[in-house]
Every structure is written in C-alpha cells, then in structure tokens.
C-alpha cells in the first residue's frame, strides 16, 4: 500500500519570502501521480499543482513549483513570494495508475504567512 | 461552472437522528468519494463509487451508507447519529482518463449533540 507522509505539521512564512513544504511518499510502482491540495480556512479543497511521475520535468503553476526528486520520493511544493491568501492547509496526495485507483492524502501541513 | 454540489453546508443532528448528506457533479465523472475531516487532520475515505449502481466501503464506512442511482449523484446517508460522526464531509468526483485529480465539493459541516 501507499503511504504519503507530511512530517512538519506547521510552518510560519514572512510575506514576500519563499517557503517550501516537504512530502515523501513511498510506492513500488514506477508511473503514478502527485499532487498538492490547499484548504483555506473556508475549507475548500483547491488544487494548487499536479506532476505525472513519468514527466521529468518539475511542475509549476504561477508562484508554485514542485520539486520532483523520484528517486528519493520526494515532492516539495515551493510557495515562492508568499501572500496573506496563501494561509491555509496543504495536503500532498499520490495516485497509483490503474482506473480505480484511489488518492492516498497525507495528514496535511498548515502554514501561516505572516504580515 | 457548478461542478461539486453539496447540500446542506451546515447541519446540527440530536444523537439517534438520521440525515442524508447529497452529493451532486455535473462533469459527467465515473468516480465519487465521500471523505470526512475532523478538526485539525487529513481526509478519511467513507465510501466511494465507480459508476452507477457500484459502491465500496473506504476506511472508515461504519455508520454511514451510500447509493449511486445515477452518475450524477451519490448522497450520504447517516443512520443512528452519533458524536463521533462530528465532522466536516466532503464529497469529490475525478474522471476516468488523466492524472485523476479530485474535484471537491465545498463540504458539510455535521455537528452531533
């Protein structure tokens, strides 16, 4: 089975500085998929960045980018210039191939910008 | 763009009641799930549906059941409330083909006294 680990269970930023959130997941399978969700204090679940481990290419999404090591099962999320809006809880997430495979979430990160 | 719906957003049950959580994606998606939060942690898979007419149990389905009449919806049932059924639920969809992200409804807020 997979397990997808969040080990910091908070994190401060200043705003305007760089912050990275670290995940490790462990699978023997060798195509899958990551992700990393926000949840806002509204509680929505927003999907902040996607990576398909078959593309060596890290992922990025505005002021959002992965770093993608597949050898160590590794996949940060870098949040860089850092805003109010971006307090919230992330949640890394794996998918296995396979049509019914479900998501495995790990426990979630908050992280606070300060002003 | 209404995606993920669910109702109601916020509900108190007295202990012993019953309720149905619904659960409604118009993307047309095979796949639904229903998760539950409590305070302060991570996603706990409930049930979960492959298509109409199939359902499964996740981690943690006692005291809840679910039916997929149609791929549209997949409402929640909670027989005999109980405090421990306090939490937030949410409902999600993916599709069949691509990396499978979920798409989630805005949640539920259940609160059992």
């Known amino acids: 089975a997979q397990t997808v680990t969040q080990s910091q269970p908070e994190m401060s930023v200043q705003e305007a500085e760089t912050v990275t959130l670290s995940c490790t997941y462990d699978t023997s399978e060798s195509n899958y998929y990551l992700f990393w969700y926000k949840q806002p204090p509204s509680r929505q679940m927003i999907l902040v960045i996607r990576?398909?481990?078959?593309?060596?290419q890290n992922a990025t999404e505005n002021r959002f980018s992965v770093n993608f090591q597949k050898a160590a099962k590794s996949f940060s999320l870098k949040i860089s210039d850092s805003q109010l809006g971006d307090t919230a809880m992330y949640f890394c997430?794996?998918?296995?191939?396979?049509?019914?495979?479900?998501?495995?979430f790990g426990k979630g990160i908050t992280l606070s910008v300060r002003p | 763009n209404a995606g993920v719906t669910q109702t109601p957003k916020f509900r108190i049950l007295k202990i012993g009641q019953s309720m149905t959580l619904q659960c409604a994606q118009d993307?047309?998606?095979?796949?639904m799930y229903w998760y539950r939060q409590d305070p302060g942690m991570g996603l706990k898979l409930i049930y979960y549906?492959?298509?109409?007419?199939?359902?499964d149990k996740g981690e943690v389905p006692n005291g809840y059941n679910v039916s997929r009449s149609t791929t549209e919806d997949f409402p929640l049932r909670l027989e005999l409330a109980a405090p421990s059924q306090t939490s937030v639920y949410f409902c999600?969809?993916?599709?069949?083909?691509?990396?499978?992200?979920?798409?989630f409804g805005e949640g539920s807020r259940l609160t059992v006294l």
């Open positions: 997430a794996f998918r296995a191939p396979g049509a019914n495979s479900k998501l495995t």
């Open positions: 993307m047309n998606h095979n796949y």
């Open positions: 549906s492959v298509g109409a007419g199939i359902t």
């Open positions: 999600a969809s993916r599709a069949t083909v691509g990396a499978g992200e979920l798409f």
């Open positions: 990576q398909e481990a078959y593309k060596q």
